[in-house]
C-alpha cells in the first residue's frame, strides 16, 4: 500500500515522503480500514509518541496523521461492536502509524460509525477538533448555559466547533483571532469578536471560561479575564501563569466513541459545521505538512475515493 512516512526527527517536514509499505497487521481489538480521507496536526512531527511506541522503542519509519474516516477492511480477532464494509471514522492511535496510508490499523474503540450521509471529508475535519472543542468546554470548564466563554482562534479547527458548541448550549460567547476571521465568527455563532492584533485583549472583562489554542503571551494574558471560580482550558502547552482564583487546565485530546457518534449526527442534521479548507490528495500530503500561507479552515488528505 502507499503511504506517506517520515524516517529522520532532524530532517522534519523535509523527510516526509510518499512510500510502499506493507498492509497492516490487526491486532486484537483492532479492525484495519481503508482510509478514504485523512486530516493531520502540522506540529505532529514534534511529538515524541511520532517516533517511539508505548515502550519507548524506534518505530522509524513512522506514518503520521491521526485523523480518518473510512471504510472497514478487516477485524481483529475479539472484536466487536463493528463490521467489514462498515463506513467509520475517529482517532488514530498516537504511537502506532496514523492515518496518511492507504490502511491502518486502529483501537475500534476510537472509532464511531459514520452516517451514510456524511462524506468522508467532511468527517475526517472532526474527530480531534471536535472532541477537543467538546472535551475542553464541558469535561474540563464545565461550561453551562448563561455563562460567558472566551475562544481564542474562533475561526480555526478547534475554535470552530468550540464556537459553535457553546453558542448551542447557550452561553455568551466571545470569539479572537485575526481580523479576517470576524465575519467567520460571527457567522458560526460569536456574539463578538476580538481583533488579537489589534484589539486590546484586557478590555474584554471577566469571563466565566477562557478557552485556548494558541499559548505564549495570549494565553498568560488571557488569565486576569477568568473571574473568581471560573476556567482557563488550553491546548497549546501547560500553564504557568494561573488565573488568582480559579482553575487552569492543560489536556490532550482522549478518544470517546459515544462523543463521536454525537457529533457526527450533529453535523448531519446540521447543527454542526466543520470548515474545510483545502482538500489534496495523498501525493501532496508533504507539501500541505510545510509552513505556507494561512488559509482558514481545516487540511483534509483525501487518501482514496470512496466506492
Avoid: C
Amino acid at each position: 500500500m502507499q503511504a506517506i512516512t517520515v524516517k529522520d526527527r532532524e530532517a522534519g517536514v523535509a523527510g516526509l515522503a510518499l512510500t510502499e509499505l506493507p498492509y497492516p497487521h490487526a491486532a486484537e481489538n483492532d479492525v484495519v480500514v481503508r482510509v478514504h480521507a485523512s486530516a493531520f496536526t502540522p506540529g505532529e512531527l514534534t511529538w515524541p509518541a511520532t517516533w517511539t511506541d508505548r515502550a519507548g522503542r524506534d518505530r522509524t519509519p513512522s506514518v503520521p496523521g491521526h485523523e480518518l474516516s473510512g471504510v472497514v477492511a478487516e477485524l481483529g480477532y475479539g472484536t466487536t461492536g463493528l463490521t467489514v464494509g462498515q463506513r467509520v471514522f475517529g482517532l488514530a492511535d498516537w504511537t502506532r502509524d496514523g492515518s496518511l496510508a492507504e490502511y491502518t490499523a486502529v483501537e475500534a474503540r476510537n472509532l464511531a460509525p459514520l452516517p451514510a450521509d456524511v462524506d468522508h471529508v467532511t468527517a475526517a475535519a472532526l474527530p480531534v477538533s471536535g472532541l477537543t472543542a467538546w472535551q475542553g468546554l464541558f469535561d474540563h470548564a464545565r461550561l453551562t448555559t448563561g455563562q460567558t466563554v472566551l475562544v481564542h482562534g474562533a475561526a480555526g479547527g478547534v475554535g470552530s466547533l468550540a464556537v459553535q458548541l457553546a453558542r448551542a448550549a447557550g452561553a455568551r460567547v466571545i470569539g479572537t483571532g485575526r481580523a479576517a476571521d470576524r465575519e467567520t465568527a460571527l457567522e458560526l455563532g460569536a456574539h463578538t469578536f476580538v481583533d488579537l492584533q489589534s484589539g486590546p485583549l484586557e478590555d474584554i472583562g471577566a469571563v466565566d471560561v477562557v478557552f485556548d489554542v494558541i499559548g505564549g503571551e495570549i494565553l498568560d494574558r488571557s488569565t486576569a479575564l477568568v473571574r473568581p471560580g471560573g476556567t482557563l482550558v488550553t491546548i497549546a502547552h501547560p500553564v504557568t501563569v494561573h488565573p488568582a482564583d480559579g482553575r487552569a487546565v492543560f489536556f490532550v485530546v482522549e478518544p470517546d466513541r459515544a462523543r463521536l457518534t454525537d457529533l457526527a449526527a450533529r453535523v448531519r442534521d446540521g447543527r454542526l459545521k466543520p470548515i474545510v479548507g483545502a482538500v489534496r490528495p495523498l501525493a501532496e500530503a508533504p507539501a500541505a505538512f510545510r509552513p505556507g500561507k494561512r488559509t482558514p479552515g481545516k487540511t483534509i488528505i483525501r487518501v482514496t475515493e470512496e466506492d
